[in-house]
């Protein structure tokens, strides 16, 4: 028999002054935008209403009422439309008081006051006119890089920087790099054309081509101020066309090793106390293009933190692939990586170049337990549960299913001889709280958690 799950939302208690500000201030809200949206309210009431009168409906019908209701919505209030974004944010502005009370309300009253100097702008239209507007915003100008030039030198931190370039031909390229490195705030740096010739508390390895950002350093090391532990800290990078334009930014997550035995991720700039360069043996050369992707396998193996600036520091040429996306080599240096840290596994290349995909060998015979929520669409989750059964070769294995109120016949008939666990979560559905109830009463070493609409397609 199924099983009854209670989660229900607590209400936050001791609700001060600055609550019952944001409360007033949603009210005034509410008040100038009744009538712009009775249209709509009474559309939807309509269409509410029609929903209420189907006591036995089947999907076809509950499709045929949702793309009404889609439509109507279109047409009282287009995309791109003040109306629209209007109902949007009320929409927003009440699910975060219904989930969270008067705190939720004060958060995304909080997230509109922080953009609200973007207001009156263009919607943009691509990624790359949003990430035009975000340079806009972060690009530090001409006075705080005036600011920069002197803020360091009141440091207790100020480590000599050596940026190591690792090649000796004039080149345009090189000597664009260079530039960008006499172009920077930070002045506590040096020059080296190889590893060995380094002087610094710190190393930084870069590709002719590549170009930092005037305040880069400045950025880098100011997070030591903070991180006195921190042995490698790594920032983001994009990508300028010969126009001039910049675009394609790779903003990195925070400290991830799994990632790093799959790509060289960190890429450029990457900052390295030498020292730590020096016990890890330095580059191997006989990696070539992949001796970067393993010196950072090897130096964050003894790292004692790994730092993550979260700012595009440095631009590469556009068109111009970085050295970690063209190093085959860099499969060796996974596989290297997994014997020293006695992790059985083979590893594979991926879709694209220097990227690889690791199999790990498992140990034992682990249970893995599968929580999948749902809510009717029985069809989808049959699929799902046969695949499971008939395709995945692991066989320690347990299936709950959490039943978020579904009310179509044939799932509850389903469900009523279904030979798996089923646990009942009634109410509003809200995926976290539904995963972390039914977590707490599955007993796994491991939990897989799925959706309905998803099948196993290979054994493994």
């Known amino acids: 028999m199924p099983e009854s799950l209670a ?28 009538a712009m949206l009775s249209d709509l309210q009474a559309a939807l009431l309509e269409t509410e209403a029609r929903l ?33 974004r209007t109902l949007r944010r009320s929409l927003r502005l009440a699910a975060a008081t219904q989930d969270a009370g008067l705190r939720g309300l004060k958060r995304e009253l909080g997230k509109d006051r922080r953009i609200a100097r973007l207001r009156g702008r263009p919607v943009p239209g691509s990624l790359d006119d949003q990430y035009q507007r975000w340079l806009a915003l972060h690009v530090p100008g001409t006075k ?50 190889a590893l060995a010739a380094a002087g610094g508390e710190f190393v930084l390895l870069l590709e002719p081509g590549s170009a930092l950002q005037p305040h880069a350093l400045f950025a880098l090391v100011s997070f030591l101020q903070t991180h006195p532990d921190a042995d490698v800290v790594y920032a983001d990078e994009d990508r300028i066309t010969q126009s001039g334009r910049r675009g394609d930014p790779q903003f990195k997550p925070d400290w991830s090793p799994d990632l790093l ?60 692939p970085a050295a970690r996306d063209r190093a085959e080599t860099g499969q060796a240096a996974i596989a290297d990586a997994l014997h020293r840290r006695d992790r059985a596994g083979r590893v594979e290349q991926g879709e694209a170049p220097g990227h690889f995909h690791v199999r790990y060998q498992i140990q034992g015979n682990p249970s893995v ?5 749902t809510r009717d669409r029985v069809e989808a989750l049959r699929a799902c549960i046969e695949s499971i059964e008939t395709k995945s070769s692991w066989r320690n294995v347990t299936i709950t299913i959490v039943d978020n109120d579904s009310k179509n016949p044939e799932t509850l008939q389903y469900l009523d001889g279904f ?3 089923v646990i009942q979560f009634p109410g509003a559905f809200n995926y976290s709280r539904i995963i972390n109830t039914a977590a707490r009463q599955v007993d796994a070493e491991h939990l897989l ?8 397609i290979t054994p493994d």
Not at 8 to 34: I, M
Not at 60 to 82: F, N, S
Not at 149 to 169: E, K
Request: aromatic fraction near 4%; include cysteine; glycine fraction near 6%.
């Open 7 to 34: 989660a229900r939302p607590s209400t936050p208690a001791g609700e001060d002054a600055d609550n019952h500000a944001d409360a007033r201030e949603l009210q005034r809200e509410v008040a100038r935008l009744n």
């Open 52 to 84: 209420r009168e189907q006591t036995a409906m089947n999907d076809g019908t509950e499709i045929k009422l949702a793309r009404r209701l889609h439509a109507m919505a279109k047409r009282m209030a287009p995309q791109g439309t003040l109306r629209h």
């Open 144 to 193: 705080a890089l005036e600011e920069m030039r002197t803020a360091w030198l009141t440091w207790q931190q100020r480590p000599l920087i050596s940026v190591v370039l690792g090649v000796h031909a004039d080149t345009p390229e090189l000597r664009a790099t260079i530039a960008s490195v006499q172009a920077q705030a930070y002045g506590n740096w040096e020059i080296c054309d």
């Open 261 to 320: 035995l799959s790509c060289n991720y960190l890429g450029e700039p990457v900052l390295v106390r030498r020292e730590l360069v020096s016990r890890a043996g330095g580059l191997r050369p006989e990696l070539d293009e992949g001796g970067h992707h393993d010196l950072y396998l090897r130096v964050t193996e003894l790292a004692r933190e790994v730092g993550h600036v979260d700012d595009v520091l440095e631009t590469r040429p556009d068109g111009v």
């Open 369 to 373: 337990g599968i929580i999948i929520p």
């Open 419 to 421: 030979r798996h666990r």
């Open 449 to 456: 958690f799925l959706n309905n609409d998803m099948v196993v």
